[in-house]
Nanobody, 123 residues
Framework: QLRLVESGGGLVQPGGSLRLSCAISGFTRGEDAIGWFRQAPGKHREGVACIRRSDGTAYYGNSEKGRFTISRDNVKNTVYLQISSLKSEDTADYYC????????????????WGQGTQVTVSS
């Protein structure tokens, strides 16, 4: 079983940047992918990026390319989501989830989830 713990959220001014972390502990065979999702107030949860931990291949949606960077550190068992040029529309709870593979920016399976970290973009 995997345990995922997000951190790094907070209040950020528009135009700023933030790096979110997803710390992974435990082991479950086949859980190679980690995806980041976000849920803004009153909206559905949406996937923003996914990465294969084995080789670092990353996937993004078109709207995320350029401002979002997903990366991993397998020594630290952590996946990061760097967000730059933050906008008010990025305000959301951000979650990471694990699965066997990435299907584009969406992690398949979504077997394990973290508790989320809140990002608020406001002046």
């Amino acid at each position: 079983q995997l345990r995922l713990v997000e951190s790094g959220g907070g209040l950020v001014q528009p135009g700023g940047s933030l790096r979110l972390s997803c710390a992974i502990s435990g082991f479950t065979r086949g859980e190679d992918a980690i995806g980041w999702f976000r849920q803004a107030p009153g909206k559905h949860r949406e996937g923003v990026a996914c990465i294969r931990r084995s080789d670092g291949t990353a996937y993004y949606g078109n709207s995320e390319k350029g401002r979002f960077t997903i990366s991993r550190d397998n020594v630290k068992n952590t996946v990061y989501l760097q967000i730059s040029s933050l906008k008010s529309e990025d305000t959301a709870d951000y979650y990471c989830a694990s699965g066997p593979e990435c299907r584009g920016r969406i992690v398949a399976g979504k077997d394990f989830w973290g508790q989320g970290t809140q990002v608020t973009v406001s002046s």
